[in-house]
């Protein structure tokens, strides 16, 4: 009689949370917030949320260095694509400038959603930062385009104000991919 509650999908979500409890309290958890100990490293790149990076090869050793990272994330870490974990980036960073991508890295995330303190503390680890024209934004804006937009402006001017502040060039990007259609399948 009551099926259009919400209360039978409440119920059912309690009991599953219920039964990962016990199975997590079976492995020797007891703390919640000992929980991601359960996450190794041979399965954390498939749980995180990729963010995007640009990697640029300064010298022969750089370049050595970033195919020893796309390999690693290539082989090692591959999760339905190349996935490239921070501390093999950091292992490997000799002579690769590491810059802060698009709208689907870090740094533009930070921007906009989360305080200035953070941004700087995330992009702290790049050599150089990203932004793109406005336009390039736009995808995200669902039909809310002229509010968005002032979102979106104000997010460039925190990376530009946080780059200028931790001393890091700035750049102005397109977010090109590739050049010619048939270089997407690439």
């Not at 090692?76 to 996935?83: I, S, V």
């Amino acid at each position: 009689t009551q099926h259009h509650r919400a209360i039978y999908d409440t119920r059912a979500t309690a009991d599953v949370l219920i039964k990962l409890l016990e199975e997590v309290y079976f492995k020797g958890i007891k703390y919640h917030d000992d929980i991601n100990s359960l996450i190794t490293n041979d399965i954390i790149h498939r749980i995180a949320i990729p963010k995007h990076i640009t990697l640029l090869a300064q010298t022969r050793l750089g370049l050595k260095n970033m195919y020893k990272i796309l390999s690693d994330a290539s082989t090692n870490r591959f999760y339905r694509g190349p996935r490239a974990l921070r501390s093999v980036i950091e292992k490997f960073r000799t002579d690769i400038l590491i810059g802060s991508s698009c709208v689907n890295g870090e740094v533009f995330d930070a921007a906009i959603n989360k305080d200035f303190e953070t941004l700087r503390d995330v992009a702290q680890f790049y050599d150089y930062l990203e932004v793109q024209p406005p336009l390039v934004y736009s995808h995200l804006a669902q039909g809310n385009s002229d509010r968005f937009s002032s979102y979106i402006l104000d997010a460039i001017k925190r990376i530009v104000l946080v780059g200028e502040e931790l001393g890091k060039p700035v750049c102005a990007t397109s977010d090109a991919h590739h050049i010619y259609k048939n270089q997407v399948d690439y």
